[in-house]
Nanobody, 118 residues
Framework: QVQVAETGGGLVHIGGSLRLSCSAS????????VNWYRQPPGKDRDWIAR????????TYANSVKGRFTLSRNNAQNTADLQMNSLKPEDTAVYYCNIVERAGRFHYWGLGTQVTVSS
């Protein structure tokens, strides 16, 4: 059984930092690309970042580029999202989505809440 879980959310002040982590079990983690999405209150879920299965290529939405950084450790089955210079508009539930490199399987975590306040 495949399980995906996000941790590290919480309440942070404007300009602060948080580090989210995505962990997965029941799969060979290195066979999966990792995407991060977020869903602000009352809005749609949007893609914000992706790291390739081997960790070499990372891409970011314009809204987070230069502030968020992806990393992963395939030996530990984890992928992290370092979030710096946080803004109120970063407030959302953040989701990890893993996608098998051939696109045959994908799995979601349940999300973790990030709240940025003054």
């Amino acid at each position: 059984q495949v399980q995906v879980a996000e941790t590290g959310g919480g309440l942070v002040h404007i300009g602060g930092s948080l580090r989210l982590s995505c962990s997965a079990s029941g799969i060979i983690f290195g066979d999966y690309h990792v995407n991060w999405y977020r869903q602000p209150p009352g809005k749609d879920r949007d893609w914000i970042a992706r790291i390739s299965d081997d960790g070499i290529v990372s891409t970011y939405a314009n809204s987070v580029k230069g502030r968020f950084t992806l990393s992963r450790n395939n030996a530990q089955n984890t992928a992290d999202l370092q979030m710096n210079s946080l803004k109120p508009e970063d407030t959302a539930v953040y989701y990890c989505n893993i996608v098998e490199r051939a696109g045959r399987f994908h799995y979601w975590g349940l999300g973790t809440q990030v709240t940025v306040s003054s």
